[in-house]
């Protein structure tokens, strides 16, 4: 079957090669077939051709290269091969990016967040290296507001990761640590459960957001703390005003403040617009404790606490070596220096935890240097 009026996409004026991309529209119709190149019945509807060169397709993709240069492809030589497209448009972006030739025209800068997740696939899917695709995602994302993006929108975070967008990254995962309440969790709009992030991310986000959560915590009843050691004649006036006032935060009732995010507690109006009651009389130690001046250090520190995950602490090795790379962050304090975004200790904290891939490429070239240095492998070090 062909549909109606499939588009002619031309990639490449002088292509070589016609890509008969089918779909199939009807899940419950046996009848949708048509007869393909190979002369078989195929499942499916045709639903656009696109004009590309064979030899960057072979030069950027391990299995085409196999799938045109075997037998069955030399003895026929066709010049048409069909294809199953989920969509159209990712197939697109892909083919364009690999024949250098992206226009403004049409809307390849704003496909949808499900048609980003196919592009993906069809890199994994084909084996095409998916950092050649990091500029047009780029340009994707920045028609973007990171700023005002919905809680949907969360499903650009395994983008931002894979198309190594540093600011958007950072960007979503710091949201994700403020704003949610329960148990951080990815979310995939598609089929393919093979695409996730590395298993370690979501779990340091995790820890960030408890690290967060317990510094709330801190700042908020330290005070109570104080109260309690001080001989002052007002303190027991003064500890009964701070709780009061501590009671119109976000943070109470205590035993149900799990149920709320971080940014919930840090919005809510007594915490924002602190009013505590100054008993008559207070001594300045008192005092102190109950101005808002005080509360509002401790909403402006953890506000500006952690930045997110970055990208680049992700992957480091900067100098070569992850364990010095550790060690020498930790000594200087500079904890964003060489990274494309600017952040605190926490973020750099947090994220240090290098890419599974990279650390496990880590890991095995420091056995190698072991054993070459020392003729033997010692599991006790690694
Ligand atoms: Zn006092
Ligand atoms: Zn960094």
Redesign the pocket.
């Known amino acids: 079957m062909t549909a109606p009026n499939p588009s002619k996409i031309v990639i490449d004026e002088n292509g070589d090669l016609m890509l008969s991309l089918y779909q199939i529209l009807r899940k419950d119709d046996e009848t949708e077939t048509f007869i393909g190149v190979n002369g078989k019945k195929i499942r499916g509807t045709i639903v656009a051709t696109m004009k590309v060169s064979r030899q960057v397709l072979m030069d950027n993709s391990q299995p085409f290269k196999v799938e045109f240069t075997g037998k069955r492809w030399s003895e026929t030589f066709a010049s048409t091969i069909d294809m199953e497209a989920d969509s159209v448009n990712s197939i697109e972006v892909v083919m364009r990016v690999l024949h250098g030739i992206m226009h403004d025209k049409g809307n390849l800068y704003e496909i949808s967040i499900p048609d980003v997740w196919e592009v993906i696939q069809y890199c994994d899917y084909r084996e095409i290296e998916v950092s050649k695709l990091n500029g047009w995602f780029t340009r994707w994302i920045e028609k973007k507001n990171l700023k005002e993006i919905e809680d949907d929108d969360m499903v650009q975070l395994y983008p931002c990761y894979i198309f190594d967008h540093a600011k958007g990254f950072a960007t979503m995962t710091r949201r994700l640590a403020y704003e949610v309440s329960d148990h951080i969790t990815e979310y995939n709009p598609t089929e393919y459960r093979h695409l996730h992030l590395d298993g370690n991310v979501i779990g340091s986000l995790n820890g960030a957001k408890g690290s967060l959560r317990s510094k709330l915590l801190r700042g908020l009843f330290n005070p109570v703390g104080g109260y309690l050691t001080?001989h002052?004649d007002?303190?027991e006036k003064?500890l009964f005003a701070y709780n009061l006032a501590l009671s119109k935060t976000g943070i109470w009732p205590l035993h149900e403040h799990y149920k709320k995010s971080v940014q919930d507690v840090l919005d809510s109006k007594g915490f924002a617009n602190w009013q505590a009651k100054i008993p008559e009389g207070?001594?300045s130690?008192?005092r102190s404790k109950l101005t808002s001046t005080e509360v509002q250090k401790v909403r402006d520190n953890i506000t500006n606490d952690f930045h997110g995950l970055c990208l680049d602490c992700m992957k480091m090795t900067k100098s070569g070596d992850i364990d010095a790379d550790y060690w020498e962050h930790d000594l200087r304090k500079a904890w964003s220096s060489g990274c494309r975004i600017t952040h605190s200790q926490p973020t750099w904290y947090f994220s240090f935890m290098g890419r599974k891939s990279d650390m496990n490429k880590h890991k095995a070239q420091k056995k190698a240097n072991y054993e070459a240095r020392n003729g033997f492998y010692d599991s006790r070090y690694f």
């Open positions: 001080q002052c007002c303190k003064s207070a001594c130690t008192c």
